[in-house]
């Protein structure tokens, strides 16, 4: 079993900042991937950000320049880091991590979301 915890958060006015966090445990083996989605109220979840073993990213065409995902190895946690947040950036924020267990076996984790709301 993989556990996903999601921190980081909150309410910023357009053009500030907030670094999400995403922090996999439980019987790991190895990480494939690491990926942020978002789902906005009335919209359908869309990937913001992903990151694969190898170190490949990959950004949603409506956040690069201003989003950057990285990991911690050491850690099994994947960071977000959000700069010149705008009001179309409002939505819950969901950590996924695709591994392979201790087992052998396939894993598919999701966080539980976090809410990150852009308002003045």
């Known amino acids: 079993q993989v556990h996903l915890v999601e921190s980081g958060g909150g309410t910023v006015q357009p053009g500030g900042s907030l670094r999400l966090s995403c922090a996999a445990s439980?019987?790991?083996?190895?990480?494939?991937?690491m990926t942020w989605y978002r789902r906005a109220p009335g919209n359908q979840r869309e990937l913001v950000a992903a990151?694969?073993?190898?170190?490949?990213?990959n950004y949603a065409d409506s956040v690069k320049g201003r989003f950057t995902i990285a990991r911690d190895n050491a850690k099994n946690t994947v960071y977000l880091q959000m700069n010149s947040l705008k009001p179309e950036d409002t939505a819950v924020y969901f950590c996924?991590?695709?591994?392979?267990?201790?087992?052998?076996?396939?894993?598919?984790?999701w966080g539980q979301g976090t809410q990150v709301t852009v308002s003045s």
């Open positions: 996924n991590v695709a591994s392979k267990t201790i087992w052998g076996a396939m894993s598919d984790a």
């Open positions: 990151i694969i073993s190898g170190g490949s990213t």
């Open positions: 439980g019987s790991i083996s190895s990480i494939l991937s």
